[in-house]
């Protein structure tokens, strides 16, 4: 299968281009340079012999009708900003190309219009649109305008509803564990639970030269010795992931006692409860490290993202698909979201990750290997005819 591996990500590169900026990969939601997206994969799909449309969320939808239970395969057409040329579009590629070689199958490739939440700060609005989730206070926040721009109609919604019996989506790791491991593809059997939440340490600012140590209130260093606890919690179990990625300091002047931080946290677990407890656990050390050295911290609860499993008998017969294909299975959590966990709550769902060369995704050097398409290829052909 290596020459159709090496039209997969050929597609995958040629699409890439089809940017809002030049000299690097930024396509979000329902974006001019979508259309050639469309366009591309679409002469593709009607060539594997499928029925293409546009629905009212601006997903790319190609269908063939046959007997027997419908499979869907897809992933997200949109990117970060100066994204690389896999992430997400990979997933649709190789829908296609299974669709085309397996004639005849029940099939239907769906290329979500967005997943990654850039345009409007509201992610996966193609997969929620498919499963009815798409709510019209979300559509009131400006999507709804840009859907109609497009020319498509916010009133036809219901209509994309997704009629299958299984939905598997193949993506790029995002990771370095195959790597590491040596394998080319891995099974995800669920996707961490997520919680987010912001963090500011309210102190007092003043002159760097003439507060003694002992007689400050200074919100940086409290913020610091609590991101070393986020470190440290984070370190004490394999599967918890915690992070602080963002910091704002006030007012952010080398001679000045820094006087308000705001700091960012992101905690994620297979286990809610595991979860839960740990972000209880790191705002009560938040507490306690302001308690001692005066400063005041208020907490701003977000995001709170349940584990999402994969469907036990799709995972057991993707497992068994990569066995029959030659290769080592590996099963493993999703440390990203993916649409396959919007999509799981409703329509029984399997995902195969890819390895990713360096573990590198959000970046303009992200990449594939062609042994790896061809072994995801061979696991997807498997899958479909169930080994």
Do not use: K
Request: net charge negative; with cysteine; charged share 20%.
């Amino acid at each position: 299968m290596s020459a159709l591996a090496d039209r997969v990500i050929a597609t995958c590169r040629e699409i890439a281009g089809f940017s809002e900026e030049p000299g690097r990969t930024t396509r979000t939601f329902l974006s001019p340079p979508m259309r050639d997206v469309h366009r591309v994969l679409g002469e593709w799909m009607r060539r594997a012999g499928m029925r293409t449309w546009i629905d009212a969320a601006g997903n790319l939808r190609g269908i063939r009708t046959g007997f027997g239970p419908r499979l869907a395969i897809g992933s997200h057409l949109d990117t970060v900003p100066n994204a690389g040329p896999f992430d997400g579009i990979l997933g649709v590629v190789l829908g296609i190309a299974l669709a085309e070689m397996t004639g005849g199958v029940p099939i239907e490739v769906i290329g979500f219009s967005e997943e990654e939440g850039v345009r409007f700060g509201v992610p996966f609005i193609g997969s929620r649109a498919v499963v009815g989730t798409l709510d019209e206070a979300t559509l009131g926040r400006g999507i709804g305008d840009a859907i109609r721009v497009w020319g498509l109609d916010p009133a036809e919604m219901p209509a994309a509803r997704i009629e299958c019996s299984a939905y598997l989506e193949f993506h790029i790791e995002q990771g370095p564990v195959l790597e590491e491991l040596g394998l080319p593809v891995g099974i995800v059997e669920g996707i961490l639970g997520q919680s987010r939440a912001a963090l500011t340490f309210e102190g007092q600012a003043n002159h760097a030269g003439t507060t003694p140590l002992r007689l400050r209130r200074d919100a940086l260093a409290a913020a610091a010795e609590w991101i070393s606890r986020v470190e440290c919690l984070g370190l004490s179990d394999p599967q918890l992931r915690a992070t602080v990625g963002s910091i704002h300091c006030e007012p952010n002047a080398g001679n000045v006692i820094p006087g308000m931080v705001r700091a960012s946290l992101d905690v994620r677990h297979a286990s809610d409860d595991r979860r839960h407890r740990a972000v209880r656990a790191l705002i009560d050390e938040a507490g306690e490290i302001g308690a001692r050295r005066g400063v005041s911290v208020h907490v701003e609860n977000g995001l709170d993202q349940p584990a999402t499993p994969m469907d036990a008998g799709l995972t057991a017969r993707l497992t068994r698909a990569v066995a029959a294909a030659g290769y080592a299975p590996h099963v493993m959590m999703s440390g990203a979201g993916h649409d396959a966990m919007i999509l799981a709550p409703v329509i029984p769902s399997a995902m195969l990750f890819l390895r990713s060369p360096g573990g590198l995704s959000h970046h303009p050097d992200e990449s594939v290997l062609p042994e790896d398409v061809d072994a995801a290829l061979e696991t997807g052909l498997r899958f479909i005819c169930d080994v």
